[in-house]
DNA sequence: GTATATACATTGTATCACAAGGTATAGTAC
DNA sequence: GTACTATACCTTGTGATACAATGTATATAC
């Protein structure tokens, strides 16, 4: 990632699973469209991102099947409705914070 | 910490430095005053905190200083101009990192 | 006498992002 | 033909760090 790994720690399934519920990717991709969103400020590694996608299928977050493209192969993940649940209230978990950690650093 | 610690992760000690902006604190009494200021969503523990004072006076991001007050013995700590700069800095990266992460969550 | 609040501190554990390494295919440049 | 880049999957080991647990000590309230 560009920013301090640890400011990510506990939002990088919560990206990911946004990313997702915009329809079914692949890893590789999802790495790819997590730049664009983010205009190229989240560069999340291969490294981070594959043991998240089989944690989140682990917890029936997120379910999976191949399918091939020209000569490649392409694990693509799926959002399931419990997976929809999570983002909503890891979403709603993080504006949170955003807030709180907002009212400490503007208190007067 | 209320919060999923995870998500607290890279930003105590930009907590801990804001709240030792507003004067010269001593441990157990910043944790009081990060819960107030937070409205009780920041319970920080000690563990936690004392831990992040002596790394910062490490830095020197803070300097700390002895005191006696009925009976008891406080360390206040006192935030430096090294502190205060990174301070900015630390605001400024959570504030853009925030930003990112809104950006990917209501991507449309 | 015991519970609570105040005040400092350290040790061990769990979590987690990621660098580094590995495998494999396809296209392009030299 | 070979080197590089992009695409695509994956695992292992390391480092950072929040915190539970634990320890010390004083003062006050019940």
Do not use: C
């Amino acid at each position: 990632m560009k920013y301090s790994k640890e400011l990510l720690k506990g939002s990088t399934s919560l990206l990911v699973l946004s990313v997702l519920k915009g329809g079914d990717l692949y890893g590789y991709k999802i790495i790819r469209e997590l730049e664009r969103r983010s205009q190229n400020e989240f560069q999340m590694s291969e490294g981070t991102l594959y043991p998240i996608l089989h944690a989140l299928e682990k917890e029936k977050l997120l379910e999976s099947y191949w399918q091939e493209f020209e000569g490649r192969n392409r694990k693509y993940y799926h959002i399931t409705k419990k997976g929809l649940k999570e983002l909503a209230e890891k979403k709603e978990e993080f504006e949170a914070f955003s807030a709180s950690v907002n009212k400490v650093l503007n208190y007067v």
